[in-house]
């Protein structure tokens, strides 16, 4: 499902302009990349939970040439999922 279908989705459920229900998405995204950027945790009860977390620095190897590279340190979003979603998905 894209963005687009998901708005779809949404204006014929709740009688809203396809434009309203975008931005309404659009605000929940920003928002949960906001609290990201911000090292918060979003949970969301029986979907799951979006966190940062730190991955160190490592040595790596460049594939076309073999030579060992620094791979800097960095942040990266995950996500875990709620265990009611897992049980739904598994069904």
Not at 6 to 25: H, P, Q, R
Not at 31 to 52: C, D, S, W, Y
Not at 56 to 83: C, D, L, M
């Amino acid at each position: 499902m894209t963005k687009k279908e998901l708005s779809e989705k949404i204006s014929a459920e709740f009688g809203n302009t396809k434009a309203d229900a975008e931005k309404m998405i659009n605000f929940v995204f920003d928002e949960i990349v906001n609290a990201l950027v911000n090292k918060e945790e979003v949970a969301i009860a029986g979907f799951g939970k979006f966190v940062t977390t730190e991955r160190a620095s490592r040595e790596g190897v460049n594939p076309a040439t073999g030579a060992k590279i620094q791979i800097a340190a960095t942040t990266v979003a995950k996500f875990k999922v709620a265990k009611q979603l897992k049980e739904a998905v598994a069904k």
